[in-house]
């Protein structure tokens, strides 16, 4: 077993307030409260892949450092083939966020550790976020117990976007990167290259870099070029 690393560094792109879809204003909320203190002391999201997920997490870690709380994110793929131990000493007031706390599952270990987690986070005023895949119920646990604590909280499903959702969201985060895209390049994006908000994201940050370091818009032309020099990093 490897030491536990260093609580991840979050992007601070993602916030509350560029998370733009309606629908989740109310995640974004609960997660503001249970942050200040004020709401429930344990959350759950869950979701399918681009569901925004890590987004939201990302988010909350903001919030609290910009609220001056104590926040550490982990990752539960970054956890897996850590030793569960060195958890058991974590403050108390420290908010925990973990993504892809499913990713644990299957590992007695680290089950008994969040089981214990949840708990505290229930009766000893600890606050824990945590996000999964699917709902609590789907997936191969080890110990009943916790998987029924995935649900002691409040568990909240995300929708999965839109088509029209991911072409605002890239849309947006080329605005955030400072990048402008006509119509006919977002739509050149979206219709020759993967759909998933991820890959889009991807192709959006590397273009980024290219455009910077020819000093070129992003254009139809650029993109071929960058394909052409790239084609496994663009996959439709």
Not at 29 to 43: D, F, N, T, Y
Not at 118 to 133: A, C, E, K, P, T
């Amino acid at each position: 077993m490897s030491q536990i690393a260093l609580p991840l560094s979050f992007d601070r792109q993602y916030s509350f307030e560029n998370h733009f879809t309606d629908s989740v204003s109310f995640v974004a909320e609960s997660l503001k409260a249970l942050i200040e203190g004020s709401g429930e002391s344990v959350i759950g999201l869950w979701g399918g892949v681009d569901s925004g997920k890590t987004h939201l997490l990302n988010a909350s870690a903001l919030f609290a450092r910009e609220s001056s709380l104590a926040f550490q994110l982990y990752d539960g793929w970054q956890l897996h083939d850590c030793d569960p131990s060195q958890f058991d000493d974590i403050d108390h007031n420290v908010i925990v966020a973990i993504d892809n706390l499913d990713a644990l599952c299957g590992h007695r270990g680290w089950e008994e550790t969040f089981y214990r987690l949840i708990n505290q986070s229930r009766d000893q005023g600890m606050r824990l976020v945590f996000s999964l895949s699917s709902k609590p119920q789907d997936l191969v646990c080890e110990l009943a117990d916790f998987q029924s604590r995935l649900s002691w909280g409040l568990l909240l499903e995300l929708p999965k976007y839109s088509d029209i959702d991911t072409q605002r969201i890239v849309k947006l985060r080329a605005v955030l990167l400072g990048i402008e895209l006509s119509k006919e390049v977002l739509a050149y994006l979206l219709t020759h290259f993967s759909r998933r908000l991820g890959d889009q994201i991807q192709i959006l940050r590397i273009l980024d870099k290219v455009s910077l370091t020819a000093q070129k818009k992003v254009t139809i032309p650029l993109i071929k070029k960058v394909l052409f020099e790239n084609p496994s990093l663009f996959q439709s």
